[in-house]
């Protein structure tokens, strides 16, 4: 693992999921020639190897085994989605669905896989510069970033949003469900004791329900370019 660059900027960008952060922040990223952390897939990875080993959400000890045990690894698909591996295996699809994002969530209170994970999430701060998309990297992993930005949206945009996207994929979902299942998420991450999903106090707040990608991506960008 690369040691982190302290003098290399970073943009921290947070928010619940359904946001749009991925999307916004793979954006500006690309516009910027900066690196990206998708933080959220080192949980859901951890998730994911955790059901192929039969580890139990329940049982920490093992779940914290199970992180120091897992590689992910980024690959770089110019233009499109990065491919994420899974000790080797390329997990992508997998680390989409609603399972892996149920056990990222699960996962994710446990202080000890947070903080088993946070030099991981560290090393991705090089020149010339790292947009990290998650829910604690304004508060937490880089407490210093030069800017942070709190993407919001509400329940129903952000449920209608991940409804089209997995119809569009040929799954077979409700709308109805997919909101209780993001007000439980959004509950679960904001109330846990460590790490909860909540706004850096200098972070700047973007509402984008009813905004359109690219004006979300400008708004993004006027703020790093002041
Ligand atoms: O962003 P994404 O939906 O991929 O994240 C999956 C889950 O991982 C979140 O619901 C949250 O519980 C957890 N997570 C976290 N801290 C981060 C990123 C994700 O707790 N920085």
């Known amino acids: ?13 947070d928010g619940p999921s359904g946001s749009g952060k991925g999307t916004i922040s793979r954006a500006v990223a690309g516009q910027l ?44 698909t110019p233009g499109g989605e990065p491919r994420v591996l899974i000790n080797d295996v390329d997990a992508t699809d ?5 399972t892996a994002g149920a056990a990222a969530s699960a ?22 510069g790292l947009v990290a998309d998650g829910r604690d990297m ?23 949003r991940r409804y089209k996207q997995l119809i569009g994929k040929g799954v ?5 469900g997919l909101l209780r299942e993001i007000l439980a998420r959004d509950a679960r ?15 700047v707040r973007i509402d ?3 905004v359109g990608i690219d004006e979300v991506v400008a708004r993004v960008l006027a703020v790093v370019r002041g």
Request: hydrophobic share 45%; with cysteine.
């Open 107 to 128: 996962i994710a209170a446990i202080p000890e896989v947070r903080s088993a994970l946070k030099e991981r999430q560290r090393a991705f701060r090089q020149q010339p």
């Open 138 to 160: 304004g508060t937490v992993i880089f407490p210093d970033a030069r800017w942070k930005v709190f993407l919001t949206a509400s329940a129903e945009e952000r449920a209608e």
């Open 1 to 13: 693992m690369p040691l982190s660059d302290p003098s290399a900027p970073v943009l921290a960008i």
């Open 208 to 210: 984008t329900t009813g």
């Open 94 to 98: 997998e680390l989409r669905t609603e």
């Open 172 to 176: 077979s979902v409700t709308l109805d």
């Open 33 to 76: 020639g900066w690196h990206y952390l998708d933080s959220g897939a080192l949980y859901r990875g951890v998730g994911v190897a955790a059901g192929w080993n039969d580890i139990d959400l329940a049982d920490p000890a093992a779940l914290v085994r199970c992180t120091f045990d897992t590689r992910i690894a980024f690959s770089d």
């Open 189 to 203: 991450d904001a109330n846990r004791p460590v790490a909860p999903l909540r706004p850096a106090d200098d972070a």
